[in-house]
């Protein structure tokens, strides 16, 4: 029997990144895990989490929304701050979604409701985050950023900044009925 901490946030948001950093020191000091992914729309989370882990051995990966995802031509991830990231030795993963991209213009189009946008729906269940976390671990495990089949820490939350810690036994998404949660570290009480 294995007995651990789950810390359970009162509402979703930003407000719990601090917590999330927080959560992700100790496991990592804990428990030495070499893989964290992370989401990261404007960069803040990926600063946050880099510099509480820099120097510590860990294989960082923060994972950005594509080029277009709000309107043609943007990217949500500023050139600068990207250079921040990069310089606390952070690798950065832009990509479609997977649960995203290709269906949703499918679903506008034709209004119909399609497989992975019923995956995304049930893994809301669970919180906005847990569906992100699973998503942006097999994203980065597609890219060759993490390998496959290993613990992962997985950080992500509900609209901005993190809210959310999974410990995820990762898989790549042709791979998807092998991803596995292991642990809850945090998630909001939704």
Do not use: W
Request: glycine share 10%; with cysteine.
């Amino acid at each position: 029997m294995i007995i651990k901490k789950t810390v359970y946030f009162e509402k979703p948001g930003r407000e719990n990144t601090g917590d999330c950093v927080s959560v992700v020191k100790e496991a990592v000091k804990d428990h030495k895990y070499k893989h964290l992914v992370l989401a990261t729309t404007t960069g803040d989370t990926a600063l946050a989490m880099g510099g509480a882990l820099q120097g510590g051995g860990v294989n960082i990966v923060a994972v950005t929304h594509s080029a277009g995802f709000k309107e043609p031509n943007t990217t949500d991830l500023e050139h600068e701050t990207r250079e921040k990231i990069a310089s606390l030795g952070i690798r950065i993963f832009t990509g479609p979604m997977l649960t995203h991209s290709l269906e949703t213009s499918l679903n506008h189009k034709f209004n119909g409701i399609y497989p992975t946008m019923i995956i995304a729906q049930s893994l809301k269940r669970f919180g906005e985050g847990s569906k992100v976390a699973l998503e942006i671990v097999m994203m980065a495990a597609d890219a060759g950023l993490i390998p496959e089949g290993e613990e992962i820490l997985a950080v992500a939350g509900t609209a901005r900044g993190a809210d959310t810690v999974l410990l995820v036994k990762s898989a790549v998404s042709k791979r998807f009925l092998d991803l596995r949660v292991l642990e809850v570290l945090a998630k909001p009480r939704v």
